[in-house]
Structure formats: C-alpha cells, structure tokens
Nanobody, 123 residues
Framework: QVQLVESGGGSVQAGGSLRLSCAAS????????MVWFRQAPGKEREFVAF????????YYGDSVKGRFTAARDNTKNAVYLQMNNLDADDTAIYFC????????????????WGKGAQVTVSS
C-alpha cells in the first residue's frame, strides 16, 4: 500500500509558474503509474497528467497540454508537475494518485490518493 503527500502548492499571478511534488512511501514506487488530477470548487475531479512507471511516457488532459509537464524520479520515490503559464481556470486542489493496473481517466478508478495541494491563480 502506498501513501502519497503533495507539496508545492500556493498562490501565483496569471502567467506565472508553480511546481508540485508528490512523495510516495510504503510501496514499491516503480510498480505504480502516477497521475495528477485537480478539482475546482463545485466541479468534478479532472484528469491532468499521467506518467508511466519508468517516466518515459507522459500524457496530458487537453486543458493543460503544452503548459504542464509531468515527470518522476524513481530514485526519490517522487512525481512532479511543472505548471507554466497559469491562468485563473487552473485554480484548484491538485491531487496525485497511483495505480498498478490499467490507466484510466476516471478518478473513481484510483485507490491511492494524496490529500491534495491548493493552487490559486489570480488574474
């Protein structure tokens, strides 16, 4: 069983950047693919980014493609989300999640979650 803890959230002006980190413990990190989701007030949890087990393959939601970059470091049991050119629509709580099965865009399909990191973008 893996435990996940996000960090790096905060407040930023539109056009700025933030880097989120997610530290994993309690499992064999390289056995899990990692995903980032976000949830804005009053909205459903939205898929943001996927990183495969080795870190060699990534995939992004349409709303962040070209602006966000996900990566992982299996030597540090960590996954990262670099967020550039942020705008107010990116304001949300960002969650990392892990799974050892098949990739899914659906938040309900993930068993392991962090508690989230707040990102607030002011215009």
């Amino acid at each position: 069983q893996v435990q996940l803890v996000e960090s790096g959230g905060g407040s930023v002006q539109a056009g700025g950047s933030l880097r989120l980190s997610c530290a994993a413990s309690g499992g064999t990190f390289s056995h899990y693919y990692m995903v980032w989701f976000r949830q804005a007030p009053g909205k459903e949890r939205e898929f943001v980014a996927f990183v495969n087990r080795s870190g060699g393959s990534t995939y992004y939601g349409d709303s962040v493609k070209g602006r966000f970059t996900a990566a992982r470091d299996n030597t540090k049991n960590a996954v990262y989300l670099q967020m550039n050119n942020l705008d107010a629509d990116d304001t949300a709580i960002y969650f990392c999640a892990a799974d050892a099965g098949l990739f899914s865009h659906r938040a309900d399909d993930y068993q392991y979650w962090g508690k989230g990191a707040q990102v607030t973008v002011s215009s």
